[in-house]
Antibody, heavy 117, light 112 residues
């Protein structure tokens, strides 16, 4: 059974940094690209970033480019999202997802990031 | 960015009715290889999103056959025949043909 467990969320001040982690199990992590999708409170879904199976390729939405970094450790079956220069508009639940090709087939339970002073 | 427009925003239905949700994209979602990367999700209240259909009309594992999808190019439809109480929630379409990937704004299926 595919399991994705996010951690690292919480309250952070504007301009500060936070790193999210996603521990994967139930599949061969190194065979799959991974992605982060977020959802602001009471809002819709928004794709954030994608990384290829080996980490050689990464893609970001414009609003996080240069501030967020997606990475992975295949030896630990873990996905990361390093978030710098956080803004209030980054407040959201962040979901770790495993695409099957390019659709998000499996989702973690999400971790809430609140950016506020 | 490709804009995904879902209608209606809210869809009141009676249990047992058929429901239809429209998703329209601002650009064609057909890739050069002929594949169309349009997918549908359901987010039940208080839960994480779950994949219903991928590539327009393919049901994901465990999805009941009362869910069906159709469409091409820029216009797509999700149909639910015989709505059940477990189908209530917000439906989203997603396009993954173009970067950035974009979701529709959601359609809330609720009891009339």
């Amino acid at each position: 059974e595919v399991q994705l467990v996010e951690s690292g969320g919480g309250l952070v001040q504007p301009g500060r940094s936070m790193k999210l982690s996603c521990a994967a199990s139930g599949f061969t992590f190194s065979n799959y690209g991974m992605a982060w999708v977020r959802q602001a409170p009471t809002k819709g879904l928004e794709w954030v970033a994608t990384i290829s199976y080996d980490g050689s390729s990464t893609y970001y939405r414009d609003s996080v480019k240069g501030r967020f970094t997606i990475s992975r450790d295949n030896a630990k079956s873990t996905l990361y999202l390093q978030m710098n220069s956080l803004r209030s508009e980054d407040t959201a639940t962040y979901y770790c997802t495993r695409p099957d090709l390019d659709w998000f087939a499996y989702w973690g339970q999400g971790t809430l990031v609140t950016v506020s002073s | 960015d490709v804009v995904m427009t879902q209608t209606p925003l809210s869809l009141p239905v009676s249990l047992g009715d058929q429901a239809s949700i429209s998703c329209r994209s601002s650009q064609s979602l057909v890739e050069s290889n002929g594949n169309t990367h349009l997918h549908w999700y359901l987010q039940k209240p208080g839960q994480l999103p779950q994949l219903l259909l991928y590539k327009v009309s393919n049901r994901f594992s465990g999805v009941p056959d009362r869910f069906s999808g159709s469409g091409s190019e820029t216009d797509f439809i999700l149909k639910i025949s015989r709505v059940e109480s477990e189908d209530l929630g917000v439906y989203y379409c997603l396009q993954s043909t173009h970067l950035p990937l974009t979701f529709g704004s959601g359609t809330k299926l609720e009891i009339k």
